[in-house]
């Protein structure tokens, strides 16, 4: 390990003392627990509301309010361009430019969108190449995807596991299948990060080793995005998706993000399923025969800008520019370390850490692998206060946010397992 660290407490409040985004903890509201703020690590599922969030949908209130259909053009932020304002922040966090991003719908349709776009299956380049275990309705996605062109789930989607008896994938186990199947792979398509062990996959090398076959590379990064620093455009990854409402705290169901790379989001001739969103802004509300994609990202946008289901991405994304991706990172490496240290000092409580220890290869999140009783020692820990969240077979996931958890409250956390397991 790269820290050195300390079981003693004094050491977490010096290192809350040190951290220079401490004070964003103040900017969210925390679930209580016996009328405290309850220990909160479950931001890799729903993040905490930010406080500013309220003010941001009086606004947009209002201008339904007050201006109505002028909320359009005018009003504080005109909902024809909310998207833009969002775009810019969006850009920083997963490395791409603006006319890369768009912000639309949610996660999963987004998904089936990009496939719709980039899996043009023929007679001999069909295959779908994904990690065994992926995100279950990644897995419905690309199901459903493959039959709908007439082919046999069995057949076209290659699952890469694990070799027998480890959790992780290598990446080089990833390169050579993609080697090995090459020209029948059409698309390879992962989780950036796997939601059950945490472990943060290679983009990039994926990335080089599909485009070496001839395929697109798509990534699914709801784990990743707010959480780990991302240069999708230089990576040359071809399509991504994403949600806002873990990391990036923008609420339950709030708009999901895509990415597609310039090469093709500039391409109006890249294939898509259309709507008036993203036609030209020139010729949309002519009403006109012909669909004229945008040139850029925003050219998959399909329906009229769901206002109210931005607000709080629009609100979360002014903290992370006040914050800073880089800081974020940093605090969350040394964060996520402690916690790992800690668990390390309970050999009382039997476990293993299923995410890889090296930190290039994970985020803020730990997954603790229980042979026995994971669930009844789940419920244990929500019934002392301490909010993580199970996902079968056995794992407890545990995710210090480092915007709004503390050197602290991993203390805290380490004292009650100490003191309850
Ligand atoms: C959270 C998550 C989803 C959820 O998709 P929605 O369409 O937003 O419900 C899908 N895939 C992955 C990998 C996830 O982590």
């Not at 900017?27 to 405290?36: D, I, L, S, T, V």
């Not at 776009?117 to 995100?135: C, D, L």
């Not at 071809?238 to 806002?244: I, K, L, N, Q």
């Not at 199970?390 to 050197?407: D, M, Q, T, W």
Request: with cysteine.
């Amino acid at each position: 390990m790269p820290f050195t660290f300390s079981a003693d407490p004094t050491f977490a409040i010096q290192e809350d003392a040190a951290d220079k985004i401490a004070s964003f903890k103040s900017k969210f509201y925390f679930p209580k627990h016996e009328e405290r703020d309850a220990i909160y690590f479950c931001g890799n599922s729903l993040g905490l509301q930010p406080k500013t969030v309220d003010a941001a949908i009086q606004i947009e209130l209002a201008s339904w309010r007050e201006i109505a259909i002028g909320g359009y053009f005018g009003g504080k932020n005109p909902w024809l361009y909310y998207h833009e304002l969002i775009s810019s922040s969006l850009s920083k966090l997963v490395g791409a430019g603006t006319h890369e991003i768009t912000v639309t719908n949610t996660l999963t349709v987004n998904l089936h969108l990009m496939l719709l776009s980039f899996y043009k299956p023929n007679k001999t380049r069909y295959k779908i190449v994904m990690e065994a275990g992926a995100f279950p309705s990644d897995q419905y996605a690309v199901e459903t995807l493959v039959k709908h062109f007439g082919l046999d789930p069995a057949d076209a989607i290659i699952e890469i596991a694990a070799t027998a008896g480890e959790k992780l994938l290598q990446t080089q186990q990833i390169t050579d299948i993609i080697e090995l199947h090459g020209s029948s792979i059409a698309m390879v398509l992962m989780g950036g990060m796997n939601y059950y062990t945490g472990q943060f996959f290679e983009l990039e090398k994926i990335t080089k080793a599909t485009h070496q076959i001839g395929a697109i590379c798509g990534f699914d990064l709801a784990h990743v995005v707010g959480n780990i620093p991302l240069e999708l455009h230089q990576w040359d990854i071809d399509f991504a998706v994403w949600c806002s409402y873990k990391y990036l705290n923008s609420g339950p169901g709030a708009v999901g993000g895509i990415y597609i790379h310039e090469k093709w989001a500039s391409n109006a001739d890249t294939p898509r399923l259309g709507g008036w969103w993203g036609n030209d802004e020139k010729t949309r509300f002519k009403m006109e025969k012909g669909f004229h994609a945008k040139p850029n990202a925003s050219g998959w946008n399909i329906s009229t800008t769901p206002v109210f289901n931005m607000i709080g991405l629009k609100a979360s994304l002014e903290i992370f520019d006040q914050a800073g991706i880089a800081a974020i990172r940093n605090k969350s490496v040394r964060l996520t370390a402690y916690l790992e240290f800690l668990l390390q000092q309970l050999p009382q409580l039997s476990f293993e850490i299923i995410t890889p220890s090296s930190i290039e290869e994970r985020g803020a999140q730990l997954s603790l692998y229980f042979k026995e009783n994971g669930k009844a020692i789940h419920a244990k820990m929500i019934e002392n206060g301490i909010i993580v969240d199970y996902r079968e077979p056995g794992v407890i996931r545990v995710a210090p946010a480092p915007l709004y958890c503390s050197f602290e409250d991993v203390y805290q956390f380490y004292c009650i397992l100490k003191e309850h397991f």
